[in-house]
């Protein structure tokens, strides 16, 4: 079987599918690659099943050793399709369009599944834990397909996103739902990207019971800087969600940068 060693780990490098999803009533977050679109992409290209495990690297991508040949694509933050000769390494430097970069290797890396998935979930500690130096990963059986290396590929990803929001279901907590311009803060992680911006201020102040949350929900913490819940966020929150992002447009909140301005567009909801 084929193998890889992690000469170099990265500052967050993680094994990740398409997730868990359907286990929030016992407390488990969805996981899962936080740029769905960018793993689906990868495997494409090497001609993997649609949910083999990739390494999903944040700000800057690992360095690998390959014992045997490969073919690697890199998608995300990147998009190009390598063969990668026996004994040869992949160093992979700063994440430079986007914050995740996506290492698919033809037959998906192997790691022992948990809940019927291999993803690296942060906030639980289910599936493997992040990569470190000296790590040695299995590579999966080949494939049947053939890679698709002459897919095009996808448009850079916008400096400053327009996130589509539908308001609910706290929305009538709050004075306005959110307008202008939000910064991404150092503090974000694959838990949350926690936003700064103008305040968003209460008009009610009771204290809510805990309900349940989504990827994609707006929790607005007492300071009014939004929280936008991401792949291994708690299955409920205390915090009032204001609104949720569009799933399509989930993809753009998984390669937001520390520090990247974003704003939101506002769906109303039908009136009946």
């Given at each position: 079987?084929?193998?890889?060693?992690?000469?170099?780990?990265?500052?967050?490098?993680t094994?990740?599918?398409r997730?868990?999803?359907?286990?929030?009533?016992?407390?488990?977050?969805?996981?899962?690659?936080v740029?769905?679109?960018?793993?689906?992409?990868?495997?494409?290209?090497?001609?993997?099943?649609?949910?083999?495990?990739?390494?999903?690297?944040?700000?800057?991508?690992?360095?690998?050793?390959?014992?045997?040949?490969?073919v690697?694509a890199?998608?995300?933050?990147?998009?190009?399709?390598?063969?990668?000769?026996?004994?040869k390494?992949?160093?992979l430097?700063?994440?430079?369009?986007?914050?995740?970069?996506?290492?698919?290797?033809?037959?998906?890396?192997?790691?022992?599944?948990?809940?019927?998935?291999?993803?690296?979930?942060?906030?639980?500690?289910l599936?493997?834990?992040?990569l470190?130096?000296?790590?040695?990963?299995l590579?999966?059986?080949?494939p049947?397909?053939?890679?698709?290396?002459?897919?095009?590929?996808?448009?850079p990803?916008?400096a400053?996103?327009?996130l589509?929001l539908?308001?609910?279901?706290?929305?009538?907590?709050?004075?306005?739902?959110?307008?202008?311009?939000?910064r991404?803060?150092?503090?974000?992680?694959?838990?949350?990207?926690r936003l700064?911006?103008?305040?968003?201020?209460?008009?009610?102040?009771e204290?809510?019971?805990?309900?349940?949350?989504?990827?994609?929900?707006?929790?607005?913490?007492?300071?009014g800087?939004?929280?936008?819940?991401?792949?291994?966020?708690?299955?409920?929150?205390?915090?009032?969600?204001?609104?949720?992002?569009?799933?399509?447009?989930?993809?753009?909140?998984?390669?937001?940068?520390?520090?990247?301005?974003?704003?939101?567009?506002?769906?109303q909801?039908?009136?009946?």
């Open positions: 079987m084929n193998v890889v060693e992690v000469l170099a780990a990265g500052p967050l490098t094994v990740q599918d997730g868990r999803p359907g286990w929030a009533h016992l407390g488990v977050p969805p996981s899962g690659a740029d769905p679109q960018a793993l689906a992409l990868g495997n494409r290209l090497v001609g993997n099943d649609p949910g083999a495990a990739a390494l999903e690297a944040t700000l800057a991508g690992p360095s690998l050793h390959f014992r045997g040949a490969a690697v890199l998608t995300g933050a990147e998009t190009r399709t390598l063969e990668i000769g026996a004994g390494v992949l160093e430097g700063p994440c430079r369009n986007g914050a995740r970069v996506y290492v698919s290797v033809r037959g998906g890396f192997d790691a022992e599944p948990v809940l019927g998935s291999r993803s690296t979930d942060l906030l639980s500690g599936g493997p834990p992040p470190k130096d000296g790590d040695v990963l590579i999966g059986r080949e049947a397909a053939e890679p698709q290396l002459e897919i095009e590929p996808p448009p990803l916008p400053e996103p327009v589509r539908l308001p609910g279901p706290r929305d009538d907590w709050f004075e306005t739902l959110p307008a202008g311009q939000w991404v803060s150092l503090s974000s992680n694959r838990v949350g990207v700064e911006g103008p305040r968003i201020e209460r008009v009610r102040h204290e809510l019971l805990s309900e349940g949350v989504v990827t994609g929900a707006l929790q607005v913490p007492p300071s800087q939004p929280i936008l819940l991401l792949n291994d966020h708690p299955t409920t929150g205390g915090y009032p969600v204001l609104g949720v992002v569009h799933a399509g447009d989930l993809p753009l909140v998984g390669q937001l940068r520390p520090g990247q301005h974003l704003s939101f567009e506002v769906n909801r039908s009136q009946p």
